[in-house]
T-cell receptor, first 110, second 113 residues
């Protein structure tokens, strides 16, 4: 089975800090995604990547950037964390026909 | 605008009882519909995936139905167990690469003794 691993389950950061959320897959899948999940809003797509160094904006990319230097790793970057970025962040890969999610990172910005 | 609406928002049932969760969608063009189970503090895990031509699909005690004409789906849980307590999320994918997913906000199910 494909495994999607997010580096941290829980993270607390200060406003203005640069934050890196890491996601690693153990297979050779091209498509990787970053979502955030907030109560009452469902999951919303931040960015996705369809290959190394390739990225596309999702529905809510503002305040975020991503990096995909190697196929197995997709990083979400908060350049200057703000309190409204407190959320659950979920990484996913597309393993046709499924989407497989990581365990999630609960980020709190104080 | 593509939308997925789920009902009820939350549900409490006794262990051993059955329940049905609803999903209505207005996603076009339709590719497939997925149900996920998400335990508290964890990522979603896939239960079923149905394409346009499939009316029903089962995964153990979970049975999903799809009516593509009325754009409705349901997830039926039989003989519920305490471990079924979770959020159940309906996700609809549109065509054109299949990467565009529209998520419902989920039904929070609690199974009690």
């Amino acid at each position: 089975d494909v495994k999607v691993t997010q580096s941290s389950r829980y993270l607390v950061k200060r406003t203005g800090e640069k934050v890196f959320l890491e996601c690693v897959q153990d297979m050779d899948h091209e498509n990787m995604f970053w979502y955030r999940q907030d109560p009452g809003l469902g999951l919303r797509l931040i960015y996705f990547s369809y290959d190394v160094k390739m990225k596309e904006k999702g529905d809510i990319p503002e305040g975020y950037s991503v990096s995909r230097e190697k196929k197995e790793r997709f990083s979400l970057i908060l350049e200057s964390a703000s309190t409204n970025q407190t959320s659950m962040y979920l990484c996913a890969i597309k393993s046709q026909p499924k989407f497989i999610f990581g365990q999630g990172t609960r980020l709190t910005v104080v | 605008k593509n939308q997925v609406e789920q009902s009820p928002q939350s549900l409490i049932i006794l262990e051993g009882k059955n329940c049905t969760l609803q999903c209505n969608y207005t996603v076009s063009p339709f590719s497939n519909l997925r149900w996920y189970k998400q335990d508290t503090g964890r990522g979603p895990v896939s239960l079923t995936i149905m394409t346009f031509s499939e009316n029903t699909k089962s995964n153990g005690r979970y049975t999903a139905t799809l009516d593509a004409d009325t754009k409705q789906s349901s997830l039926h849980i039989t003989a519920s167990q305490l471990s079924d307590s979770a959020s159940y999320i309906c996700v609809v994918s549109s065509t054109g690469g299949g990467n565009k997913l529209t998520f419902g906000t989920g039904t929070q199910l609690k199974v009690e003794l």
